[in-house]
């Protein structure tokens, strides 16, 4: 809204705030094939509620593309369509109005600077993930995961992870987090919705820009990014294998924190149902927020991960002679984590004992940043070939019974 007319841009993502009930809280794209604004508007765009780039900015290096290089990240300053995930699965309302929320601008509010441009460097980020993208596809292969192991080989740098949790924290003054929960499958057919107790979640957007730069800079340049490199990296690396064919055209995101106290997720599959459900989730990507993280202390919240056995992938679970696996990843800052939505499931383990000051969802007076607050921002990438989904010939085809019949995050 209000965009003036001219120039051609790159559409990133726009972004609809609004949902109708029994639809999950994702963060859906809007169905525009392009959009039109005047030139260097970008800043505009982004502040005006949608998550843009205009072509001239990508070529001038904002996100880090350069077209003259021969890599298959010169494509992303080509106009693409965003196409929304099905209504039914990613918060694409028919007939609710729209949420806007009121944003203070350019005022300081003790810890972030509303208005300020981001600082976050994207053709650092860019090359990193264009560098990790062999190692990314390897471990998705052989573990059906990939994650970063320190805090040293972090995709950002530990001032960045802070300051997009200071960002995270301001939204959460602003009242932008809702009441987390889920869905179940009763009897495999109907489904009934619970709240996460201590789970508060929201759709970070462009219509966040003047609060949260820096987190939605790093969304832009991970969706442009990510899909192309791994499916690239696939053929290099796995040409037997076959290609998740990740879209960049569209994407759900979610930004929650767990509080202190015991808090949990559920073990789950992200993608359970698939094309049943009209579901093209296939990557799970996550980004951890917790800085001052520290296991030794108790601090809890780790990311639990069901695998399948090195010997028996593939099996269904009554054929099963061992139990699967587990692997416990912790949420220290910096900490990335990829797997398949509709294969993997996954849980998150009680938070550390301990109480949270102030209202959890939204009062800006009370709100503190607590350093037990496990703040997680997770994109879902779909897939452009539907074939993929479920497929019956991954090895790890049979995990999500272990998870079935609790049903997406």
């Not at 949608?50 to 298959?72: E, I, K, M, N, T």
């Not at 699965?89 to 109005?97: N, Q």
């Amino acid at each position: 809204k209000d965009v003036p007319p001219g120039g051609n841009f790159l559409l990133l993502g726009s972004f609809s705030r609004h949902k109708a009930p029994g639809q999950h809280y994702h963060t859906s794209r809007k169905d525009l094939s392009q959009i039109m604004m005047a030139q260097n508007g970008w800043k505009r765009a982004l502040r005006a509620g949608a998550s843009w780039l205009p072509s001239s900015a990508v070529r001038r290096g904002f996100c880090g593309c350069d077209p003259s290089l021969s890599s298959p990240f010169a494509a992303v300053t080509q106009s693409t369509v965003a196409r929304p995930f099905s209504a039914t699965k990613c918060g694409l309302a028919t007939a609710a109005s729209n949420r806007w929320h009121h944003r203070p601008r350019f005022f300081s509010s003790g810890r972030v600077v509303i208005g300020a441009e981001p600082i976050l460097d994207m053709e650092g980020l860019q090359q990193s993930i264009m560098k990790l993208a062999p190692s990314m596809v390897q471990g998705l292969i052989n573990e059906g995961y990939w994650t970063t192991t320190t805090k040293k080989a972090s995709i950002l740098p530990m001032n960045i992870i802070e300051l997009i949790r200071q960002q995270s924290v301001e939204l959460r003054r602003q009242g932008r987090f809702e009441q987390s929960w889920s869905e179940r499958v009763v009897g495999g057919v109907s489904t009934e919705r619970f709240d996460k107790e201590g789970v508060f979640a929201c759709e970070p957007d462009g219509q966040d820009y003047d609060t949260a730069p820096d987190m939605i800079v790093y969304m832009s340049v991970l969706l442009q990014t990510l899909p192309l490199a791994l499916n690239q990296a696939f053929g290099l690396v796995a040409p037997d294998q076959p290609n998740p064919e990740l879209s960049n055209s569209s994407f759900n995101a979610k930004l929650a924190v767990t509080l202190p106290g015991g808090s949990t997720y559920p073990l789950h599959v992200d993608n359970p149902q698939g094309l049943a459900a009209n579901d093209t989730r296939k990557l799970t990507c996550i980004l951890y927020l917790n800085p001052d993280y520290d296991a030794s202390r108790g601090d809890g919240g780790e990311l639990r991960l069901v695998l399948g056995n090195d010997n028996e992938q593939g099996d269904t679970i009554t054929t099963m002679t061992t139990p699967p696996r587990q692997v416990d990843l912790t949420p220290e800052g910096g900490r990335m984590v990829l797997f398949w939505s509709d294969e993997i499931p996954h849980e998150v383990l009680p938070t550390a004992p301990g109480f949270f000051s102030g209202d959890a969802v939204g009062n800006i007076d009370e709100i503190v940043d607590n350093p037990l607050d496990r703040y997680a921002l997770t994109l879902w990438i779909p897939t452009d070939d539907i074939s993929t989904i479920h497929n019956e010939s991954s090895q790890f085809r049979s995990l999500r019974e272990l998870a079935f019949p609790v049903v997406s995050s």
